[in-house]
């Protein structure tokens, strides 16, 4: 059993940063790819990011290139997205999931690789 919470969610300006957390417990945080999803009022959930088991390997949303970086702290299994240069467009609820069932399996931007998520973080971008 894997628990995944957020945070690190508020109100900024456009241009501004944030950085989001995301807190594993459980089964061993490093034995399992992490990915960062969000859905935006009236949209479907869409892929932001993603990271293998060992942080080798990232894969980033066009949208998103350039601007956020996906990282990740085995030793205190914590998920990080850092946001940077952001757009009213990324407002949303943010959530990070984990691939459980691919263990550390080829990293993934499908939502059914993922099999736990988190409660999501909301992220407002005001122009």
């Known amino acids: 059993q894997v628990q995944l919470v957020e945070s690190g969610g508020g109100l900024v300006q456009a241009g501004g940063s944030l950085r989001l957390s995301c807190a594993a417990s459980?089964?061993?945080?490093?034995?399992?790819?992490m990915g960062w999803f969000r859905q935006a009022p009236g949209k479907e959930r869409e892929f932001v990011a993603a990271?293998?088991?060992?942080?080798?390997?990232?894969y980033y949303a066009d949208s998103v290139k350039g601007r956020f970086t996906i990282s990740r702290d085995n030793a205190k299994n914590t998920l990080y997205l850092q946001m940077n240069s952001l757009k009213p467009e990324d407002t949303a609820v943010y959530f990070c999931?984990?691939?459980?069932?691919?263990?550390?399996?080829?990293?993934?931007?499908?939502?059914?690789?993922?099999?736990?998520w988190g409660q999501g973080t909301q992220v407002t971008v005001s122009s």
């Open positions: 459980g089964r061993t945080f490093s034995e399992y790819g």
């Open positions: 990271i293998s088991w060992s942080a080798y390997t990232t």
């Open positions: 999931a984990a691939a459980l069932s691919r263990g550390r399996s080829g990293i993934t931007k499908l939502q059914y690789d993922y099999d736990t």
